[in-house]
């Protein structure tokens, strides 16, 4: 999997563009000011350069080499500093209720480890911290099935629908959790009519 997104990450050209997730971007509002905010499986960094420019402070991994030297590339092209580290959600550490803010834009996990991760993650997020979640849903195969540029997994067992993402994250009050069809135009890979899952909340 590691080797699969390294060859993703490899070429010049972003994989999902340098434009941050128009959802993520248009909340931002949710998140304090001057908040540290976390980016889990974070890939090219589009996002948490986006909020490093916008006065965030931004820690953000992912397993892929590939992804932290576009990253790294993206932020020096845009003028801000974010703290990147390479390693795997499954051995990512850092201190409980360590951080104001919690994204997840397109990270998917197998079944027999999501859960683990999903409650791992909501430990570092502080009471009160905000939560913002994009992902394909369990639809996305469907809906997506005459469009091969949206890109997405092809393995149902990866896809989510809101109710299992709200039992996963059971210390967070959601304010919004709903699927809806939407046009993608994020990079090469993200292009046309997408399923997604689109949550915001904060700790209790």
């Known amino acids: 999997m590691k080797e699969m997104w390294n060859e993703r990450y490899s070429p010049p050209e972003y994989a999902y563009g ?3 997730n128009i959802f993520f971007a248009e909340n931002l509002n949710v998140f304090a000011n001057n908040a540290h905010i976390l980016f889990a ?3 090219e960094g589009r996002n948490a350069v986006y909020a ?5 402070r931004v820690k953000c991994f992912d397993f892929s ?12 092209e845009k003028g801000v500093e974010i703290d990147y580290e390479v390693t795997d959600l499954l051995s990512y550490k850092a201190e409980t209720e360590l951080f104001d803010g919690l994204v997840l834009i397109y990270a ?3 079944p027999s480890n999501r859960q683990l991760i999903h409650r791992k993650l909501q430990k570092l997020l502080r009471p009160g911290g905000a939560f913002i979640l994009e992902a394909f849903s369990k639809n996305h195969l469907m809906v997506s099935k005459n469009n091969k540029k949206t890109s997405g997994p092809q393995n149902i067992e990866l ?3 809101t109710q299992t993402l709200q039992e996963d994250f059971d210390e967070i009050r ?3 959790a709903q699927e809806s069809i939407e046009i993608l135009d994020e990079g090469p890979y993200h292009q046309g009519k997408s399923s997604l899952i689109r949550m915001i909340g904060k700790k209790k």
Not at 68 to 74: D, G
Request: proline letters at 6%; charged letters at 30%; hydrophobic letters at 40%.
């Open 18 to 20: 340098k434009r941050p």
């Open 41 to 43: 499986a974070e890939g």
């Open 52 to 56: 490093a420019s916008k006065g965030f």
């Open 65 to 76: 080499i590939e992804a932290k030297n576009k990253a790294l590339t993206l932020a020096k």
């Open 108 to 110: 998917h996990f197998p």
């Open 159 to 161: 896809l989510y629908n």
């Open 174 to 176: 959601f304010s919004r």
